[in-house]
T-cell receptor, first 110, second 114 residues
């Protein structure tokens, strides 16, 4: 069964303290892995798509990496405005549906 | 439009009433998804449309929930005889159909059943 697990559930960091969020997945035939950011009261906002193991993508203080079993979202020197819930989803199998993780709530303290 | 549009943005209804939630996807997007998100929770899949057909309705929680899509554009999610446990944010997303195509979300409809 296709499955996505994100850890930790919540992460509190001081401003400038770098860390990583994890997304572990089990899917038959990965077509893509997606990272989204969700702010309170808003719909998820697309960040990255990764297609194959070894791929990396960067945007400002965020860098996403992918292996055959998991993806990491690395955040470097975060700022309070990076506080949000980060969601991971995979697309695979015989259809194009998205399988979602439960998210990691990231809180950056000034 | 430029993005996914959902209406209304907020809806308060009395228990037992029917409600209709609307989603206007990005023009040309053939895939459309409905999700439910309870406060502090993750995304709960409801239904997936590919064009006008719904190959996966497995997420609809009960027969009080139904959805349709016309003309590969607008979709309507209908909840009949609403219950308090239906209170949540209902999110719609759309995408191209294909490998590795990201989905774009609307801002959601916050439904409160009183």
């Amino acid at each position: 069964e296709d499955q996505v697990t994100q850890s930790p559930e919540a992460l509190r960091l001081q401003e400038g303290e770098s860390s990583s969020l994890n997304c572990s997945y089990t899917v038959s035939g990965l077509r893509g892995l997606f990272w989204y950011r969700q702010d309170p009261g808003k719909g998820p906002e697309f960040l990255f798509t990764l297609y194959s193991a070894g791929e990396e993508k960067e945007k400002e203080r965020l860098k996403a990496t992918l292996t055959k079993k998991e993806s990491f979202l690395h955040i470097t020197a975060p700022k309070p405005e990076d506080s949000a819930t980060y969601l991971c989803a995979v697309q695979g199998g015989s259809n194009y549906q998205l399988i979602w993780g439960a998210g990691t709530k990231l809180i950056i303290k000034p | 439009g430029a993005g996914v549009s959902q209406s209304p943005s907020n809806k308060v209804t009395e228990k037992g009433k029917d409600v209709e939630l609307r989603c206007d996807p990005i023009s040309g997007h053939t895939a459309l998804y409905w999700y439910r998100q309870r406060l502090g929770q993750g995304l709960e899949f409801l239904i997936y449309f590919q064009g006008n057909s719904a190959p996966d309705k497995s997420g609809l929680p009960s027969d009080r929930f139904s959805a349709e899509r016309t003309g590969e554009s607008v979709s309507t999610l209908t909840i009949q005889r609403t219950q308090q446990e239906d209170s949540a944010v209902y999110l719609c997303a759309s995408s191209w159909v294909g490998e590795g195509t990201e989905a774009f979300f609307g801002q959601g409809t916050r439904l409160t059943v009183v």
